[in-house]
Structures are given as structure tokens and as C-alpha cells.
């Protein structure tokens, strides 16, 4: 989410959720953001191979020129994703599981989806963060 294309009264009802959600958790909460450059060369070459694959000419050409298009717009404009993980703990895993759907919660009372991960889930979004992000 980003305030700064949000009007006045909308950067304060966000923050003023998130403020909500903080004093919500029963707990420390951590909040991590990460940001990184999307490397979009799989998915163009995809598209190029696609756009060969049309009938008709006039689509094929429009279809390459769409993957030149994301070609340019993720290399040279810099298109980023970001990932934010909040980070809740509780002294037993009971708690724990009560202070993430409380924050979940939270989350949704200003707009935003949250959902708690386990296991395998968690470890794969740990791996994609570290590693950074491909389409």
C-alpha cells in the first residue's frame, strides 16, 4: 500500500489502522519489508513464444510488441515487489496462532489480506524472499 498516492484522509484511516493493529496483538510484533527488482525474462520469453504461436497476423505482432512492452517496463522503469511479513509470538503455540488471527484481523479492518503461514508455507515464502521474485 502505498500512503502517498492516498488522499489525507485515507493515509490517516491507514495508519491509524495499523496503529490498531499493533496495540490488537497481545505481544511483541515485527514488522519486515522487503523489496526487490521483478526479473520478468521468463514470462517475456513466454509471451514472444505464445505470440508466435497465433494465427493471425495482426495478433501475433500485437502480442510481441506486449512482450516487448513488459520487457521495457520491468527493466527500465523498475517494477518491484514487495513483501511484508508481520511477525507475531505468543508463549505457547495456541497463543501464538491467537496473536496471528487477531493481527489477520486487524489487517482486514484497513484493506488488507493477511494470512498465517506454517510450516512448508512459510518456508517457501522465506525461500522466494531470500531468493527474490520471477514471473
Request: aromatic content about 4%; hydrophobic content about 45%; overall charge positive.
Amino acid at each position: 500500500m502505498n500512503l502517498a498516492l492516498r488522499s489525507a484522509t485515507e493515509q490517516a484511516g491507514l495508519v491509524d489502522g495499523f496503529a490498531r493493529l499493533v496495540q490488537s496483538v497481545p505481544g511483541p510484533v515485527q514488522v519486515s519489508v522487503t523489496s526487490r527488482p521483478v526479473d520478468a525474462g521468463r514470462r517475456v520469453r513466454r509471451l514472444h513464444h505464445a505470440a508466435t504461436t497465433l494465427p493471425d497476423p495482426a495478433l501475433r505482432e500485437a502480442a510481441a510488441e506486449h512482450a516487448d512492452w513488459v520487457n521495457r517496463l520491468t527493466t527500465k522503469v523498475g517494477v518491484r515487489v514487495r513483501h511484508i511479513a508481520l511477525t507475531v509470538t505468543g508463549p505457547t503455540p495456541e497463543a501464538a496462532w491467537h496473536a496471528a488471527t487477531t493481527a489477520i484481523n486487524a489487517c482486514a479492518g484497513f484493506g488488507v489480506t493477511a494470512v498465517a503461514l506454517t510450516g512448508a508455507e512459510l518456508e517457501d515464502w522465506l525461500s522466494t524472499s531470500i531468493r527474490g521474485t520471477t514471473c
